[in-house]
């Protein structure tokens, strides 16, 4: 029998992660509009509404529904304005695992909403889902990507040569395909009591202006 991830919210000290619905198609297109959506994820240029509202209401519950993975809204606690979205993707049931990515508004960069959601998201799924791992793969120019990782408390597991295609703006003002590497992160359990520690002495999430 297929698993599947329920329908759930979860609240952070700034931020409620939470299932998308259509209020958030306006927010939701013009963030993958965005430049830096367009150069490092395999989101379709231009994004429009429809696709956005399609995403919504099909895509999403469909990989729920199957098993596949999960997306959930990105929004401040305070305003409820949509600050990006966290995607859980290729999850199997059977060995407990699944992928985590994130994209957030250009508007958003810059408050560490990035860290926030994903370790929320991680605690979540090591919790009460029980998952035993959980893989980020970050495009290898992509650093801020790659900080969001590290200060989750995620560790580098190796580089998978040339098997990512991002793309670089033509001067005609389209795009094109580049071929770069993956970097392979992963965080278990026992992962998280060194993230913990290392936020407090911190005093919290660092702030990384360029992720996607």
């Known amino acids: ?24 198609v306006p927010a939701f297109a013009a963030m993958m509009n965005d430049e830096q959506v367009a150069a490092w994820t ?11 509202r399609t995403w919504i209401t099909e895509t999403a519950p469909a990989e729920r529904a199957a098993g596949r993975g999960l997306d959930l809204a990105v929004a ?26 994130y994209i957030v508004a ?19 799924l090591f919790g009460d889902q029980r998952l035993q791992r ?4 970050t495009a290898a120019d992509n650093t801020a ?3 969001v990782a590290q200060k989750i408390g995620c560790i580098s597991e190796g580089v998978l040569r040339n ?4 793309h670089l703006r ?4 389209g795009w094109t395909d580049v071929r770069t590497d993956f970097i392979v992160w992963s965080l278990l359990p026992e992962d998280l009591d060194s993230t913990s520690e290392h936020l407090a002495d911190t005093g919290g999430y660092t702030s990384f202006p360029d992720w996607n």
């Open 134 to 137: 959980i893989e980020l793969r």
């Open 106 to 124: 250009p508007w958003a960069r810059g408050e560490g909403y990035a860290s926030e959601a994903a370790l929320a998201t991680a605690r979540w």
């Open 163 to 166: 098997a990512c295609i991002a």
């Open 42 to 52: 395999d989101v379709p240029q231009p994004f429009s509404e429809q696709a956005a």
């Open 145 to 147: 990507a790659q900080q």
């Open 1 to 24: 029998m297929t698993s599947t991830f329920p329908d759930i919210s979860l609240s952070t000290e700034r931020l409620v992660l939470r299932p998308l619905d259509q209020d958030d």
């Open 76 to 101: 401040e606690f305070l305003t409820q304005r949509l600050v990006g979205i966290v995607r859980l993707s290729r999850t199997n049931w059977h060995i407990r695992s699944t992928e985590l990515s």
């Open 170 to 173: 033509t001067e005609d003002g």
